[in-house]
Structure formats: C-alpha cells, structure tokens
C-alpha cells in the first residue's frame, strides 16, 4: 500500500475505517459514558455521527481535494500552467483533549489520513475509556508504520514532543499549547493549536431573551459545561438582565429537572481536580441558581453566578464547567473593558436583532468563530473554519480545510517551450526602460 502517491489506497483505509467505527459505535457511547457520563444524544451527535459524517465527507471529496489544482497563471510567465499540487508532510502527531475525546482524536486523524501522511495519535490519560476503544479501533484498521496510538499522560506526550515530526495537530489548553509550540520550534516544526479562551455572550435589549435562554442553556451546559466554545460569561444590557436570568433558570429546569443530578441527559465533571478546580470558584452568595456539588459522584449543577466582579476567581481563567457568570452593562464602553481584559477568545456569541450592533460587535473583536443569536453551533458547519486566534490558538480545520491543513500546497508553474521572452535575461542593457513600461502596464 503507498499512502503517500496512491489516493485509492487512502481512501481503501477510510472505507475500512468508517466500517470499524459503525461496528463498534455502541461501545463508543458506552465508553464516554463510562468516562464521565457522557448522554448517549449527546455522544452520538457531538462524536460518534460528527466522526461518520466527516469520514463520509472525506471519502465522497477525496479526489477532488487531493487533484492538482490549476490556478490562474502570471502573465510575466507567459507562456505557463500554474498548478498547486497537495503533498503529505509526512509523519504527523496528533495530541487530543478530553473534553470531546472520540471527536476531537478522531477528525484531524481521518484528515491526515486523507492527505496521505503517517500518523501518531496521543488521546487523553482522562478518558481511559474512550482511548481504549480508539486504539482498538485504530489497531484493527490500520498498520502500526501507517496509523498508531500511543496511550499514556503528560510523560507520554513529552517524550512524543521530543521527537521530530513533519506536522504537530494539538487540541488542549493554552498554557500546553505553549509548551507544543516550543518543542515544535526545535525543529521548525508547522502546528496547529486549537485552544481555549473566554468566550463572552452579549445580550443586548432588543434580543429574544427567552429563545436566548434556551439556546445558551443548551451551549452552556451540554457536556457539563466542558466545551471550548461554550460561552464563559454573559454581558447582559443592565434593564434585561433580571428578566433573562428568570428565563434561563426556567430553561435549566426544562432541560435538566429540578434536581440536575438525576437527570440521565447531564455529564459529569471529568476528574476531582477539575471538580476541586470549579467547585473553588463557586462563592456562595453570588450564585443565584444552582451551586449544588457533589465530589464523589464529580457533580456540579448548572450554575448562573449573578454580577461577580472581574477580578473574582471565576473570572480570572476560562471556566471549563457548568458556571455561568452574568454581568451587566449599562453601555458600550463596559462591554470593552471587560472584553478587552482578556485576550482573543475561541468564540464570541451576540444576541440581539439590531443588526447594526450585531455587526458592529462582530467586526471590533477579534475572536475565532461564533454566532449571531445562537451558541456553540457554528462547529457544525464543515463549510466554515473551526479555529482560534491570538492565545486561543493557530490554525484552522474542518471539511476541506482539514485535508489543506495536513497538506503542504506546492507551487508548481509549467512553463511552456514553444516561446521564450527575451525580456528578462542579462545582459540588461536598453531594456529598463522597456520593463519599466511593461510592467506598469500589467
Ligand atoms: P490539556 O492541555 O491539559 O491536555 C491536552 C493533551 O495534552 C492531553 O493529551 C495531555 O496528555 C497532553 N498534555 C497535558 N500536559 C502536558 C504537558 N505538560 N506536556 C505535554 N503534553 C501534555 O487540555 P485538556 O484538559 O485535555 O482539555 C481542556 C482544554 O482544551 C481547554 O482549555 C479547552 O478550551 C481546550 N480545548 C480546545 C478545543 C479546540 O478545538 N480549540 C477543543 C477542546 C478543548
């Protein structure tokens, strides 16, 4: 089999793999319940059937995304065809979270695959589960030399950084991303960080405060709150604010029950140390609904965290949790400073139909992605680039972009024979002003 040249041979390998994924898809579910309770909805939508879908994705566009592709030429090289050509890096490392652990191992490895590269795969120590039946998975469908997985913790992942690769793919915190960077830079290394960060969600006092609620509860709290682009703080337009916090106390209770612990639809907190982490930041007295924990059974419940001040513990880092801090504005100038305060964050949600504030938010803030009127959805577009920028990372992946990320594009110009411009060869003499000319023409 050659992966490198041979596009039906990658494609051979997808197929196989799609097949080994469908068949053990139960024992998906099951795993990331094991791991930290994931809802079977929510496995099956957020990583299992994103997973199949990318893969079939990838499989129908393989050929079209790994042709030459021609690109218009320069006339100062007429005559020529110009190509970009993808090639594989080569060998490539891919170190994945916990947080979305099938998803987030499995789609940029299916796109290295894709664009014909070698892969070591690194999933989480916290997700012993899930990581299990990866390597399961990946041992029965590829070759040790053409796809491995190499479980274990943070010594594993060193010794791996260590190592020279043609391509680092990192998903994590900003503060390992750095460390990722670093030992890529030893060797020149290309990266891609997909990071985390503080995502505000502005609620200006034209929105749909009810719908708002519903579509933040749902973006806070799915997966516990452990999403890198689920929002971190509300900034709520002063007037609105009481209200809305109602609405979201409702839709918690609708989506969840009175009693969140019991429901089978809520996740769990991934360790004790993230528990002990979240669970710190929780000051009594400010919490308006929630605040219920439990350390054995690593349980915090949905928690809205009224009119904490910036410099409280919960607003000093990205969350990470099911805590919802709200604040209130009185006018634009308190949306920057608060803003501003942090550095460029994964995603930023609006919710307003004033339009003009819509737009004016989008385009005074530098974020990765985000939504108008809605949360967290816009990872689900292949169409669009799922990236960070600034601290929240570099890079970019999803649909097409992923196999671009995993391919070098070389330049190739195809400079025909039939003529040859005299123009640009030495000696130089009398021609200057003939360049010149030409080339303020073109
Ligand atoms: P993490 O950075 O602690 O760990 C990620 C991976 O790095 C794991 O495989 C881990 O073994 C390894 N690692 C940990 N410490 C290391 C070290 N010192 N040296 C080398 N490798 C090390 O992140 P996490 O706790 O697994 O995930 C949560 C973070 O990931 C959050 O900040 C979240 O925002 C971010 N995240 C980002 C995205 C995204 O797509 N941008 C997606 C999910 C999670």
């Not at 949360?375 to 920028?389: A, D, E, Q, W």
Request: hydrophobic share 40%.
């Amino acid at each position: 089999m050659n992966y490198k040249t041979n596009i039906a041979h990658r494609k051979e390998a997808l197929i196989k793999l799609l097949d080994v994924i469908i068949t053990h898809e139960n024992e998906i579910i099951e795993a990331l319940y094991s791991d930290f309770r994931k809802p079977a909805f929510e496995a099956v939508l957020t990583e299992t059937n994103y997973v199949i879908s990318d893969l079939k994705d990838t499989i129908k566009n393989l050929n079209k995304w790994a042709k030459p592709k021609r690109v218009f030429p320069s006339i100062l090289n007429f005559p020529s065809t110009d190509y970009i050509y993808k090639e594989p890096y080569g060998k490539i490392l891919i170190i994945a979270p916990w947080n979305y652990p099938f998803q987030l191992a499995l789609c940029p490895l299916i796109s290295a695959v894709a664009a014909g590269n070698q892969v070591v795969l690194k999933p989480s120590e916290l997700t012993p589960k899930t990581s299990e039946i990866i390597t399961k998975i990946i041992t029965k469908t590829f070759l040790v030399n053409h796809v491995e997985v190499m479980e274990g913790g943070v010594e594993v992942s060193q010794k791996l950084l260590s190592q020279r690769w043609d391509y680092i793919f990192f998903t994590g915190s900003v503060p390992v991303g750095k460390i990722v960077a670093k030992a890529a830079a030893e060797n020149l290394t290309p990266v891609t960080l997909e990071l985390g960060g503080k995502n505000p969600c502005i609620i200006d006092n034209t929105a749909n405060l009810k719908l708002a609620a519903k579509r933040i509860v749902w973006g806070k709290f799915i997966n516990a709150g452990q999403t890198c682009i689920a929002p971190d703080y509300i900034l709520i337009q002063k007037d609105m604010k009481n209200h809305f916090m109602e609405f979201m106390k409702l839709e918690i209770i609708k989506a969840y029950g009175e009693n969140p612990k019991l429901s089978p639809d809520y996740a769990r907190i991934i360790n004790e140390k993230n528990w002990l982490r979240l669970a710190n930041m929780i000051e009594e007295k400010k919490v308006f609904f929630g605040g219920h924990t439990n350390i054995e059974e690593c349980y915090i419940a949905p928690t809205l965290v009224d009119e904490t001040g910036v410099d409280s513990l919960i607003m000093q880092d990205e969350i990470f949790g099911p805590l919802l801090p709200i604040l209130s504005y009185e006018n634009d100038a308190e949306i920057n400073t608060i803003i501003s305060k942090y550095e460029k964050p994964l995603s930023l949600y609006v919710f307003t139909e004033d339009k003009k504030f819509a737009q004016k938010i989008i385009k005074k803030y530098s974020f990765g992605g985000g939504c108008i009127n809605d949360t967290v959805v816009h990872f689900s577009n292949k169409r669009l680039p799922f990236g960070g920028v600034g601290h929240s990372g570099i890079g970019a992946y999803h649909g097409r972009l992923s196999f671009d990320t995993f391919s070098h594009k070389k330049a190739i110009v195809k400079k025909a024979n039939w003529l040859d411009l005299p123009m640009r060869y030495a000696p130089y003499k009398d021609k200057l002003k003939s360049i010149q000319k030409l080339l303020k023409w073109l």
